[in-house]
């Protein structure tokens, strides 16, 4: 498929403005695909453009390389966490409810074991080139951004002061998240990952305390 060709969704031509994302949101599901299966170094533009249906001429009108659809995937796993946290602010008023769910999607983050390592494999890579480098520390820093901004708003809704600043323990939650994803991988089977998942339930524990219980006989004001 050219990625001049104008599509259709539900007998409707779009735009081509609107082609162009949906060429865009095609190829970033397939790189997904892709990469998880072969691994980024591994990782082909050809298959990424065959995997979602477009030409390699389709992929390079869209993306610059390989890092730039990466880039873009990246970007998209961060809205779609942010979004996951803003649910959970949004449908869990009460600062117990919001701590029980944040805790359970935190306990679940080490299972995308593989997308943990794509990670690191993406991070060595930008080591070695410092206009990568600057590009994946302004995605870092947006991410740790608005978890910082979740953990405060979580601590001033509970009534707690933290420990340590947000930002501290954000990154330490991260990072803790990521080696969980890590350690998951190795040939151990469930003996592992329910080491792994009760671990991940601690750390989260040890860094964002419950709420205080109310006292006794004590009614909320109205």
């Not at 591994?42 to 610059?64: D, K, L, M």
């Not at 935190?106 to 993406?122: C, G, H, P």
């Not at 340590?164 to 803790?176: D, G, M, V, W, Y």
């Amino acid at each position: 498929m050219n990625s001049d060709t104008l599509l259709y969704v539900n007998g409707k031509r779009l735009t081509r403005l609107e082609s162009q994302q949906v060429t865009r949101t095609k190829l970033v599901d397939a790189a997904e695909r892709v990469f998880v299966r072969h691994g980024f170094d591994a990782a082909s533009v050809e298959q990424i453009a065959e995997a979602a249906g477009f030409s390699r001429g389709a992929f390079y009108s869209n993306f610059e390389s390989k890092d730039e659809i990466f880039l873009a995937l990246l970007d998209r796993k961060r809205i779609e966490r942010e979004g996951a946290l803003n649910a959970i602010f949004r449908e869990k008023p009460d600062a117990h409810a919001r701590f029980r769910a944040a805790r359970d999607w935190y306990a679940e983050q080490w299972r995308q074991r593989n997308w943990s390592v794509l990670k690191t494999e993406f991070n060595l890579r930008a080591l070695r080139q410092r206009s990568l480098a600057k590009r994946l520390s302004t995605l870092w820093r947006q991410e740790v951004d608005a978890y910082s901004a979740f953990l405060a708003q979580y601590f001033v809704d509970a009534g707690l002061t933290p420990a340590e600043s947000p930002r501290s323990i954000t990154l330490a939650l991260l990072a803790a998240a990521q080696g969980f994803g890590m350690l998951a991988l190795l040939p151990s089977g469930s003996v592992v990952e329910s080491s792994v998942a009760r671990s991940s339930t601690l750390t989260f524990d040890r860094l964002v305390p419950a709420p205080p219980a109310a006292a006794p006989g004590r009614k909320k004001k109205r």
